[in-house]
């Protein structure tokens, strides 16, 4: 389940749930329930266990104790759900306000994203606009950081919603109008 499903009130079952031996489930803590959690788990299919445990000790990638520990007492205690239930309401809250600053403009994803794809103008592709943006003091990410092997990704670029304060947010996103308005004249 992606991030934004997470975040649904009614969340649907996990691609891994339709194909589990064949199906290996990765979620994030960091998205979920604090950006500063940077862990993650794996469920494999049993046939792949090894193989997993293998790559990972392979690539040397140990998490934190003092983060996983942070981790298993926010689910014990249960203040992960509270945690999940404020990064969505931000979330929301968020989506609030890039729906009306880019009102007009053709923007992918749910109002409860983690994140919403703006799709570009005729003229822009996904990394001028990137550079542009970073210009004008925002970060914004090409569709092109994201295409995999030889396709070639719309002209848009990815929006992180909850990353920074509403204040910041709304400038950034009047900043990303602005440039959008400029070259449309």
């Known amino acids: 389940m992606g991030f934004s499903a997470f975040f649904n009130d009614k969340t649907r079952p996990a691609t891994a749930s339709y194909a589990p031996e064949n199906t290996v489930f990765i979620a994030s803590f960091s998205k979920a329930i604090a950006p500063g959690l940077r862990l993650a788990y794996i469920v494999p299919p049993r046939r792949y266990y090894k193989a997993m445990l293998d790559a990972l000790y392979n690539i040397n990638l140990t998490p934190s104790p003092l983060l996983l520990e942070l981790a298993g007492r926010a689910l014990v205690s249960g203040k992960a759900e509270l945690l999940i239930k404020e990064q969505r309401n931000i979330a929301v809250e968020r989506n609030i306000i ?50 995999v092997g030889n396709i070639k990704p719309i002209a848009a670029v990815r929006i992180a919603v909850a990353t920074p304060s509403s204040k910041d947010f709304a400038m950034g996103l009047e900043i990303l109008a602005g440039i959008l308005n400029e070259k449309s004249i």
């Open 98 to 147: 890039l729906n009306k600053i880019l009102l007009g403009y053709e923007v992918w994803g749910t109002n409860n994203s983690l994140f919403r794809w703006l799709v570009l103008p005729k003229g822009w592709t996904g990394t001028s606009f990137e550079a542009e943006a970073y210009a004008h003091g925002v970060q914004v990410y090409a569709a092109e950081r994201f295409a």
